[in-house]
């Protein structure tokens, strides 16, 4: 579900991009020392701007450390790494562990078993670590399952189960902070359960599979309306992170909030409105499900 907030690269300046770029390998290498190769495979660009997020806020300073690369090891990089970074990536194991989970009770899908196995021992430490986190992702899962199986046409009701859970997820400390953090979580956690279903909602209807746009009204103009949508929930978000004293790569934030996520958007949509790009998307997960 996971991915759809990342920056739009022409937009950025070329050293802020190098900045993101290095915090996307500090979050991978935080990823790698944490455990191992396996979890650095979940990363995604949306806890990358969450550590960019609580390090404007929190004003840790950023360290930069140069290593290798794990997927090209022939080449160095350079790579940000604090408090905030091992605190995403931290979350970001426990996310893609309970997902697994879910996969397992799904789809009986061994491989995710497996995984799930692989990285338990560790996540029992982070639950212990963050339990409010910990249990506002198992309560995600729940309620989400339930939402599922009665096939509630309420955009708000599944979208918003996703925002409760990344709201838990964004609010690092509680603090005087904690409303706006929490508030911003909410409504980015609403805009990425909603684009994700928009851009499976061909695949879904094929499927059988649950998508509560399935069930919108269709005026004629259904990808305008669903924008319209997604700016409102962008917008809500926005406006909680403008309430944020943050000065250190506000640009970068800037950049992935009012550009970068829209930039994904269009794309997605070109890419939902082509038959074959439709029919071949369609085809790669019908060949994963029977592996």
């Not at 259904?222 to 978000?237: H, K, N, P, Y």
């Not at 997605?268 to 029977?290: E, I, L, T, W």
Request: proline share 3%; glycine share 6%.
């Amino acid at each position: 579900m996971f991915g759809y907030i990342g920056v739009n690269k022409p937009e950025l300046k070329i050293k802020d991009f190098e900045t993101y770029q290095g915090y996307y390998c500090g979050l991978c290498r935080a990823l790698g020392r944490q455990t191992g190769r396996i979890s650095q495979l979940t990363l995604t660009y949306d806890m990358t701007f969450l550590a960019v997020l609580l390090t404007g806020l929190y004003e840790e300073e950023e360290q930069w450390v140069t290593g290798r690369c794990p997927v090209r090891p022939w080449k160095k990089c350079r790579k940000i790494v604090n408090s905030c970074t091992e605190y995403a990536a931290q979350v970001n194991v426990l996310l893609a562990y309970y997902n697994l989970l879910d996969d397992w009770e799904d789809d009986h899908s061994l491989k995710s078993l497996l995984l799930a196995r692989l990285l338990r021992g560790k996540c029992r430490k982070l639950q212990e670590a963050w339990p409010r986190q910990s249990r506002a992702i198992e309560e995600y899962l729940r309620k989400l399952h339930q939402c599922e199986s009665s096939e509630s046409p309420d955009l708000d009701l599944a979208a918003g189960l996703t925002g409760e859970m990344l709201a838990e997820i964004f609010v690092y400390q509680e603090d005087c902070w904690s409303p706006h953090l929490r508030r911003m979580g909410f409504f980015l956690g609403k805009f990425i359960y909603l684009m994700d279903a928009y851009e499976d909602l061909e695949e879904d209807r094929m499927t059988g599979s649950y998508n509560p746009w399935k069930y919108f009204p269709d005026s004629g103009h259904f990808d305008d309306d669903c924008q319209s949508i997604l700016t409102m929930m962008m917008s809500e978000a926005s406006r909680a992170f403008e309430r944020l004293p943050i000065l250190v790569n506000a640009d970068i934030l800037r950049n992935v909030l009012y550009s970068g996520v829209w930039s994904k958007f269009e794309t997605v949509r070109a890419q939902r409105n082509d038959p074959d790009f439709q029919g071949k998307k369609h085809r790669k997960r019908r060949k994963q499900s029977n592996k």
